[in-house]
């Protein structure tokens, strides 16, 4: 089957948990070949951003659905430059030390720095200090939630945690927003913490 064809959704897939179950079978297929985290999530965000538009009659109220999908990862997991000297950049000096920085994501344009040190901002920010799922029904009632789009209404978080030598090492965080009010619930969060359980475990990192 062409690449494309793991966003398709089988029609014999009717609930969320089966939906995850599947997404998460072709993503391992997915990332089978090779280990390097900017491949191995550029897929899994486009697989889970058109899957899910595969699959709208469960999520958000079935007509909006969800706007995007990506990650966020700590700036320390960036390459270098190796042709340029960046040294001098104020822009590199001021987004030090374990800021997240925009990832591989599928969706329109969105912010590209998300400090979490000192104060962690947004609901990205949240989940990466929490080491925990936050689930946002309504963003507008969310304290400090970024509005990369205005048209977005609900959103989920999920860390990536690297457990590593007894120690927990964060990676970054997987967001997800959509159009509807309450547009993810329980069932999703099982799904998308089983997801990034694959993600991390499937890159060198
Ligand atoms: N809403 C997020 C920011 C990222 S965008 O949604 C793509 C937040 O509050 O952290």
Redesign the pocket.
Known sequence: MPHAGASLVPGSIKTKSEFWAHVHDQLEILVGGQRHWVSNLSNAASLIYNSLQAFPSNFGDGERSVN?C?F?LISSLFPQPQFTDASMDPKSQMHASTNMLLGP?S?RP??QW?EVSPRP??????AFVKRSTVLVPD?SA?R??????GD?KS?I?CPLILRKGGEDIMLGVL?L?CLAIGGFDADDQVGLERIAALIIRSCDW
Do not use: L, N, S
């Not at 901002?121 to 949240?126: N, P, Q």
């Not at 400090?144 to 789009?149: E, K, L, Q, R, T």
């Open positions: 995007w990506g966020y994501f969706g969105a912010c998300i901002r947004g609901v990205c920010g949240d963003v969310y400090g939630h970024i509005a990369c789009d977005t959103e978080v967001d927003d």
